[in-house]
């Protein structure tokens, strides 16, 4: 499917579309602060959320949506990416149709 791989992730203009974003790494204060700082900045909204801490490793999984059209979604990701590197985590957001179809037995 190049075209569903063109369209979310080359940042193409999108209305009303649901992500996938996870955040991986060693735990340390302000992690779910500083992803949901850029989240807000870009009027991205948390639609269901799950986090743990596996010893010193912290994950979280979110289902996020947008309703702005014309989203720039290259954009939020290079800003989430550079937030987790400043947070010191690997953070990735993929668009809900790609994550479930990679993810399909």
Not at 76 to 100: I, N, P, T, Y
């Amino acid at each position: 499917m190049p075209d569903l791989h063109k369209r979310f992730n080359e940042g193409s203009s999108m209305s009303s579309s649901r992500f996938i974003i996870t955040v991986i790494g060693i735990d340390k204060v302000g992690i779910v602060a500083g992803i949901t700082q850029i989240m807000a900045q870009y009027s991205v909204n948390i639609v269901d959320i799950t986090q743990t801490i596996m010893d010193e490793l912290f994950t979280m999984i979110m289902l996020a949506e947008i309703k702005e059209e014309n989203f720039d979604l290259a954009a939020f990701q290079q800003a989430m990416s550079m937030k987790g590197q400043e947070l010191g985590v690997e953070v990735k957001v993929q668009h809900e149709d790609a994550f479930r179809f990679m993810h399909r037995i």
